[in-house]
């Protein structure tokens, strides 16, 4: 991720998809590359000096995906977007069936040549955000039809001990047919497997994904509220 400090030297790096910061002074604020993703981060109590850090790091009139962060910019930050969701986790019970060691035989890990058929996809089926660089930030396996990408997910976020399963969706054409069960299932296997623990976000509408979740493995952790804002 990229940060803003108490001292205005700073130096970007790319790590794995983000940017690493070396700075002097204490880091106020984060975001990652904009090809990356659009998530920023501030302290957990910010006060107004954090928020200046951000809005000094992102630009004026730049978009700010707060994610489920429950504290609020000053009123000069225009509101873009508020969604209802939780956060599931696994459960850590047993595997659900054919979920194995690795992805099935018809799935392919997918990398920079594909992009354009990922970002496509996005367009499509609007999972979330999703960006040219998103897919650096993990591995992204995906399932082709006659040559076409019809379905995808990958991993994103990774906490200490956890990684964000994301970006799950399935062409209109192609859904009924198992697509995101089994992706779902491929990559929590290998979340598992290197000693990780899965977890995922999803809209509080999304009632039919949620029992898909569940019936995976997944259970809920908490309720929380998606929130976007643009800088002043």
Not at 61 to 66: R, V
Not at 132 to 160: I, N
Not at 170 to 187: D, F, I, K, S, Y
Request: some cysteine; overall charge neutral; aromatic content about 6%.
């Amino acid at each position: 991720m990229r940060g803003a400090a108490v001292h205005g030297r700073r130096h970007d790096e790319g790590t794995g998809g983000r940017a690493v910061l070396v700075v002097v002074g204490q880091v106020r604020a984060e975001d990652y590359c904009a090809d990356v993703a659009t998530l920023s981060a501030v302290p957990v109590q910010p006060g107004a000096r954090d928020w200046a850090d951000l809005a000094a790091l992102l630009g004026p009139g730049a978009f700010a995906d707060m994610f489920s962060c429950p504290a609020s910019p000053p009123p000069s930050w225009e509101p873009v977007f508020s969604l209802a969701g939780r956060q599931m986790i696994w459960s850590g019970g047993p595997l659900p069936d054919r979920l194995g060691a690795g992805p099935d035989s018809d799935m392919v890990v997918l990398g920079k040549d594909d992009v354009p058929g990922m970002l496509d996809l996005v367009a499509r089926t609007e999972p979330g955000p999703f960006w040219s660089r998103t897919h650096e930030l993990g591995t992204y396996l995906g399932v082709r039809v006659d040559g076409a990408l019809v379905a995808m997910a990958g991993e994103r976020l990774r906490p200490p001990g956890w990684t964000e399963i994301s970006a799950v969706c399935t062409a209109p054409e192609a859904r009924g047919q198992g697509h995101a069960t089994r992706l779902v299932r491929a990559l929590a296997a290998r979340i598992l497997a290197r000693g990780d623990r899965p977890f995922l976000h999803v809209a509080e509408t999304n009632t039919g994904v949620i029992a898909l979740y569940e019936r995976l493995g997944f259970t809920t952790r908490k309720k929380v509220t998606f929130r976007g804002f643009r800088t002043p």
